[in-house]
């Protein structure tokens, strides 16, 4: 197995594996670290795509739009609209400050909305990875 391959894999099994830990902090209504995790997923997923397109090893970013763009996806307005909104997970549920701010949206309601969004955009992705 090539470097990229182990990559490829390291990204799609790890993506999994995020979104079943957001799946698990979901349930236990640890909303704003479940949407975090969910990000991460959509993350390691779309790297995956940038490897298996360019042959290289994708960029050192957290942004979903610039790694999709970079995969070569081509996205409708709702999925850009998403990966927008999702991408504003990562740094909410990374720094204290905006942490804090962040619980009053993470309701469960909103963190049930985008975990169902997360899992068709991965659904979506994992179709596109085989192609």
Not at 51 to 76: C, I, M, P, Q, S
Not at 100 to 110: H, P
Not at 113 to 130: A, D, G, R
């Amino acid at each position: 197995m090539s470097d990229l391959e182990r990559t490829i894999a390291y990204y799609t099994e790890s993506s999994d594996r995020d979104f079943e830990v957001a799946k698990k902090l979901f349930d236990n209504r640890e909303f704003g670290y479940s949407l975090f995790f969910c990000h991460l997923a959509l993350e390691k997923l779309l790297k995956a795509i940038v490897v298996t397109k360019t042959g290289n090893h994708a960029e050192y970013t957290h942004f979903l739009l610039r790694l999709a763009e970079l995969a070569g996806l081509d996205l409708t307005d709702e999925q850009i609209e998403n990966l927008k909104v999702i991408t504003k997970f990562n740094i909410a549920g990374r720094y204290e400050d905006q942490k804090w701010e962040f619980r009053k949206t993470a309701t469960e309601e909103y963190a049930k909305k985008h975990i169902i969004i997360t899992e068709e955009l991965m659904s979506w992705l994992k179709n596109y990875l085989k192609k």
